[in-house]
């Protein structure tokens, strides 16, 4: 007799079907393939002065820290990610040495299995993507579905700044090429927030795309402050359509979904989140609720390369967005740079840069040169095979 829910002809004669369905084996045992050696995390900062006066942080940032993550394999190819912490990852590092890098399925769960207790490794995984794409002599963009080669990007400011200097700094954008920017307000002083978006476009006009964030999803680790609630943000919402804002982006709490669909249908504004939407099952869940129409998971801090990948294609699926959040550094900007041009994310790429407090040379301190667009608003993919990643060499 066949045991229930599994599909006839699965079984061959004389085998036994043991309890539960096991995943497939087999790989683990081909000693003819690359193996990681070794997995080196290096932590670097560099001073910032003057400090950066970030709108969602609780105090100016005096310092930027990054944290490398080096895979060495048995063949000498390396591969380097960043973006999260990696604090206490030294413990699971026998998860993965010894093991094919290729297997990413493996690492992906592994790395999942993990975080349920500690940190989120993601960076491990952009590593790895690294190690694949120079191992097929491709970029990873091309891996992941190769759509583009450039994306255009919206420029992503960092500070709060008063009507009149964002006027002139989205003058400024405007003449560097960028299409598109987005601005944080506070939303406990929505008028002078709405006053700075009013002052961008009337200085624009319609040259420009303009989004809006409020940062009411989540909280630096510390700040219990709240988010507002759908009302308030409702009101604000409004305001805005009037300026023609293109999404208003984490209106209320992250996990408000209720609340996040109720203020899309009232106002009929395209709103946008999930930037640090915690698991993949925790993204799925604003997706089956329809909470967004733009989904953020950022690559390197929320659910990964390869889930934001099946995130991106189930939102367009849904004819909804997918545009990662990559607010992090240059190696992050490119983990996610590469799975945005492979799926085809749109309609922008976040770019973080508001200068002076935010430039490419602070972001990618790390990098030999920083990450820059074209003079059509657009961010290249390196073509290299892998990421791309060109380290400062004093960093490798
Ligand atoms: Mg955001």
Redesign the pocket.
Known sequence: MRAAGIPQGTLAAGQERSAGIEAPRGMEEDSGRVKISDIRVKHIDRELDPPFDAAWDPVPRTSFEATLVFVETDTGLTGVGSGDTMAGFAAHAHHFIGEDPLRMVRHVETIESINFHAGRFWPLEVALWDIVGQACGQSVATLFGGTAERLPVYASCGDLKSPDARAESAIALRAEGFRAMKIRIDPRRADEGVAAVRAVRDAVGSDLDIMV?L?QAWRPAGDITRSIDVPAARLIAERLLELDVLWL??PLKGDDRQGLVDLRRSTGMRVAGG?MAQTFADSLALLQADAYDVY?SDVVLAAGMHRSRQLAELARMRNRSFTP?T?SNGIGLLANLHVAAGVGAGPYLEYPYDPPGWTPERRDFMLAEPLRIDGDGCLPVPQAPGLGIVLDPELR
């Open positions: 964030d940062n982006e984490e930037e953020q959040h607010w």
